[in-house]
C-alpha cells in the first residue's frame, strides 16, 4: 500500500514551491491587475468594417482626450477598450432632448476616423456592442463585500463541517483543516491571477470573485469527500492508528477523486475552447480551482489531521530551537 | 425485494423525462443541434391550472414559450442609478426612491419594454435591467428627474385657444381638452422673476374629501408655490388647468386629460375635485411622484448588443453538449454499464433542470450557463461516488444486490455533506450578488443551487432506480459490464442477501 500520510511533509514543501511565485507576485506592486468593478472605469467592444490597426486606435484615442485607454484586439477587428470612467451620460435636462454624452463623442469620433462600426452580425450601428461602467463608489463597496462575502464563506464551512463532522473527535480540527486547504487553494489562485495580470494583462473582475467562491465550494465538497471517508474508517475500526485511517481514507477515496476532477475539467475545458469569451476568466479559475482543490483535500487537508494528531509542529519547535523552549514555556 | 416500487418509480421518470423534454426544447432546435436531422420546433408548454380568486376557482394557464435570458445572452441595458442627495439635507431619500421607482417604471411601460426589472438596491439606489434597449435610449427616457407641470390654454389676444390638428395650429373658442395646445403657467416669483410653476413647489398632496362628501385631492405649496399660484389661479378662474408630468397630461382611469376648472384664486392649498376614489388615489401618487423629485444619477452602466448575446448562446449551449458528451463517453468507458446508466440520468437530470429553468422561469446568464456545467459535474460526482462504493463492495466479494444499496447507503453522507457545503456558498454568493444588483452573479448562484438539488434527486432517484431495474435482468449481470479492474469470471452470482453479512463493524 502507498503510504501517502509518511510523505506529509514532502507535499508541504510542494506545496510551498507552487504557492511562493504566486505570493511573491501577490507582493510586489501591483497586487492584482483589478477590473472596472473594483477601480472603476469604463470598458466597450468596438468592432470595425474596416481594417483598424491596434495603434492607431490608441493614438486616435489619445488625441481625443484618453491618453490612458487600454486597448487590446478580441479578433479581426475587434477590439476592447478601457478607458477611465466616461462621464456625461446621466445629466439629462428637465425638459428637452439629452445632450451628447462622452460615450456618443467618443462614437462619433471613432466612426469619422475609421468607418463604420458593426455589430456580431455585420449589420452597421456605429455604436460600441459592449459598454460597462462603473463610478468610484460603487467599485468601492464591491471591494469590500468581495471580500466580505469571501470571508463569510470561509466561516460559514468552517462552522457546518465542524458540525456535520461532530460525531468523530476533535471535529473542530476537520473544520479548520479544510479551512486552511481552501485558503490554500485561494492563495494560490490569487497569486496566479497576481502573474497573469503582470503577464497577460489579465483583470480581477466580479467574474473572478464568482469563480474564486465557486473554487472555495468545490474544494470543500471535495474535501468532505475525503474526510467523510475518515469519519466513517475511524468508527469502523476506531482502534486503527489515525495515521493508517487517513492513509486507507486517501488510498479509498483517490479513484473517485481523480474521476470526478477529470469530468469537471472535461466540461470546463470545453467551455473554454468553444463558450463565449465574457467568462473565459471565471473558467480559467474554475480549471485550476478544480486541479487545486483535488490536490488540496488529499494533500493539505487530510495530512493536517495527522500533523495536529501527532504533535508535528510543537516536535519541529523543539527540534529547530532546542536551547530556546524551555525559556518560552517558562515566560 | 422493491420490484414493484421500482417499477412504478422508473414508469415515473420516464413521464417526468418526457415531460420535461417537451417543455425544454428549444423553438428554434437547429440552431443546437446537428442541422443535417429536420428537428421538430418546440411549441413551448401550456400548463392549465385552477386558482382562488376569492370564493370562486377559476381556470388560467402558465405559459411559457422560450426560456428566459439574462441581458448578456439576449441584449440590453442594466443601469444602476444613485439619489443624488447632495444640497438636500431635508429630502426624504426612502419616499423619494420609492417615487422615483415608481416613475421610472411609468416610463419604462410607456416604452412598451416586456421583462424589465426595477429593484431598490441598498440605502440610495435603483437598479434598472431593461432587456433590448441601448444604453443612450434608455437613459434618454429615465434618467432625467419628473417634473410635475400646471398648464393652461395658449390663448391668442382674443381669448381663443390654440388647437393643434392635422399638423396646423388654429385658433378657435371652445376647443376639447385633447386638440388644445397646454402651455405652463407662469407668474412672478419673489424674487421678481417670471417662473413657471412645477412640482418643486407642492410640499405635499393627499385624498380628502369635498363638502358633499365626494372624494378629491387636496394639495399644499411652499411660500413661493403659494404666490405663484395664487396669480396663476387669478388669472384662470372659470378656466381649465392641467396637470403634466413630464410633458405628459396626467389622465384619470377612463383615459380624459385632468383638467379641472378653477373655481377660485387659491394660495398655498388647492382641491382637485370630480374623481372617484381610485382616480385620486392614483392622482396623489402621481402629485407625490412629481413632488418629490430626487436627481438620479448613473453610478454604474452596462450594455451588450442583442446580435452578440445571440452569438454567446448558441456558442455556450454548443460548448454544454459537447462537455456532456465527453462526460457521458468518460463515464461509459470507466464504469461500464454503470456508465451507460449513469449517461442515462445525466440526460434526465438534464431535461429536468432544463424544463424547471423555463418553468420557474430563473434567467438564465452566461454565467448561469457555467454553473450549469458545474452542477453537472457535481451530478456526475454523486454517480461515482456510488459506482466506486459499488465496486469495493463487489471487490469484497458482495453480491450485486448487496454491493448496489451498501454503495447507495455509504456514499450518502458525504454525498450529503458535500453538496450542502455547495448550497451554503450559494447562499453567500446570492447575497452578494444581491448587494450590488450584479445579476450575473446572482444567477449563477441560483443556477447552480437549482442544479445542485436536482442532481441530489437524480443520484437518489433517478440512478438508483435505474440500477435496481438492471440487476433483475439476467443477462445484465455478467461481470464484465459492471467495471473492468473486477476479477470477475462469468456472471457475478446473486447471492441471497440474507446470506450475506454486511460485514466490517457494523
Known sequence: ?331 | MHRRTDRILLVFIVVLTAFSLVTMWPSEPWRYLPKFIPWPEGQGIKIPFFKMNGATIEGSTLERRAMRLGLDLRGGTRLVLEADTSGQSDVDVNKALDNAINIIERRVNAFGVSESEIQRQGSNRIAVQLPGITASDAIKKIGKTALLEFREFQRDAEGNVAVYQNGEVTFVPNPSLEDAVWVPSRAIGSDGLEKELTGRYLTDAFPGSDAAGLPTVDFRFNSEGARLFEQISGRLIGQPLAFFLDGEPIRNKDGRIEAPTVQAVIKDKGQITGMNTSEVDYLVKLLRAGAMPVPLKVVQQEDVDATLGEDSVQKSVIAGEVAMLIIGLFMVLHYRLPGVLASLALFVYTTVVLAVFKLWPVTLTLAGIAAFVLSVGMAVDANILIFERMKEELRIGRSLVVAVEEGFARAWSSIRDSNVSTLITCAILFWFGDQFGASLVKGFALTLAVGVIISLFSAILVTRTFLRIVIGIPWARRAGLWGSDLPGRGAIAEREVSGVSTGGGR
Request: charged share 20%; proline share 5%.
Open chain 1, 1 to 331: 500500500m502507498f503510504d501517502f500520510v509518511g510523505k506529509r511533509n514532502f507535499y508541504y514543501l510542494l506545496s510551498l514551491l507552487v504557492l511562493i511565485p504566486g505570493v511573491i507576485s501577490l507582493l510586489i506592486p501591483p497586487t492584482l491587475k483589478p477590473g472596472i468593478e473594483f477601480s472603476s472605469g469604463t470598458t466597450f467592444t468596438a468592432r470595425f468594417q474596416n481594417a483598424v490597426k491596434e495603434e492607431d486606435l490608441r493614438s486616435e484615442l489619445a488625441k481625443i482626450g484618453h491618453p490612458e485607454a487600454r486597448v487590446q484586439r478580441t479578433s479581426e477587428n475587434k477590439f476592447l477598450i478601457r478607458t477611465t470612467e466616461l462621464k456625461g451620460t446621466a445629466q439629462a435636462p428637465d425638459l428637452g432632448p439629452a445632450p451628447a454624452g462622452e460615450r456618443e463623442n467618443l462614437e462619433t469620433a471613432l466612426v469619422d476616423k475609421f468607418g463604420n462600426m458593426i455589430d456580431a452580425k455585420g449589420e452597421v450601428v456605429n455604436r460600441f456592442i459592449e459598454y460597462a461602467s462603473v463610478s468610484a463608489t460603487v467599485s468601492r463597496e464591491i471591494g469590500q463585500k468581495s471580500a466580505f462575502a469571501v470571508v463569510a464563506a470561509a466561516i460559514a464551512i468552517l462552522l457546518y463541517i465542524s458540525w456535520a463532522f461532530r460525531s468523530i473527535p476533535n471535529p473542530f480540527r476537520c473544520g479548520i483543516a479544510a479551512t486552511i486547504a481552501t485558503m490554500h487553494d485561494v492563495v494560490l489562485l490569487m497569486g496566479a491571477y497576481s502573474i497573469f495580470g503582470k503577464v497577460f494583462n489579465m483583470e480581477v473582475n466580479t467574474m473572478f470573485i464568482t469563480g474564486l467562491l465557486t473554487v472555495i465550494g468545490f474544494s470543500v465538497h471535495d474535501t468532505i469527500v475525503v474526510l467523510d471517508r475518515i469519519r466513517e474508517n475511524s468508527q469502523r475500526y476506531p482502534d486503527l492508528p489515525l495515521h493508517t485511517c487517513v492513509n486507507n481514507s486517501i488510498l479509498q477515496t483517490l479513484g473517485r477523486s481523480i474521476n470526478t476532477s477529470t469530468t469537471v475539467v472535461l466540461a470546463v475545458v470545453a467551455l473554454l475552447l468553444i463558450g463565449g469569451v465574457t467568462i473565459r476568466p471565471f473558467l480559467v479559475v474554475m480549471l485550476i480551482g478544480v486541479i487545486t482543490g483535488t490536490y488540496s483535500s488529499i494533500f493539505v487537508a487530510s495530512q493536517i489531521l495527522v500533523t495536529w494528531e501527532e504533535g508535528d509542529v510543537p516536535r519541529l519547535f523543539r527540534r529547530v530551537l532546542p536551547k530556546r523552549a524551555p525559556a518560552v514555556s517558562e515566560g
